[in-house]
């Protein structure tokens, strides 16, 4: 069974830093793509960043370059967001997503709020 769980959320004032954590199980992590994605209250779910399988290209949306990175660890089945310069308005719920051929999976999600 496929299983994702997202940690390391949490309150953080403007300017400061989390990493967030997604240990996954269930499936050979290293083949798939693994996506960081968020929402906020009454917005959209969208993608964060994304780390393809083997090759490991990243790709990040506009509003976090240069603030976020995304890695993974294959030896630990595990994606990581790491987020620097943080602002108020990177609150959301953010969540872990698989790419499977023909569907994905999603973790349960982390809070992180930003706020002084």
């Known amino acids: 069974q496929v299983q994702l769980v997202e940690s390391g959320g949490g309150l953080v004032q403007p300017g400061g830093s989390l990493k967030l954590s997604c240990a996954a199980s269930?499936?050979?992590?290293?083949?798939?793509?693994l996506s960081w994605y968020r929402q906020a209250p009454g917005k959209e779910r969208e993608a964060v960043a994304t780390i393809t399988g083997t090759a490991g290209t990243t790709v990040y949306a506009d509003s976090v370059k240069g603030r976020f990175t995304i890695s993974r660890d294959d030896a630990k089945n595990t994606v990581y967001l790491q987020m620097n310069s943080l602002k108020p308005e990177d609150t959301a719920v953010y969540y872990c997503?698989?790419?499977?051929?023909?569907?994905?999976?999603w973790g349960q999600g982390t809070q992180v709020t930003v706020s002084s």
């Open positions: 269930g499936f050979t992590f290293s083949r798939y793509t």
């Open positions: 997503r698989a790419l499977f051929p023909g569907h994905w999976v």
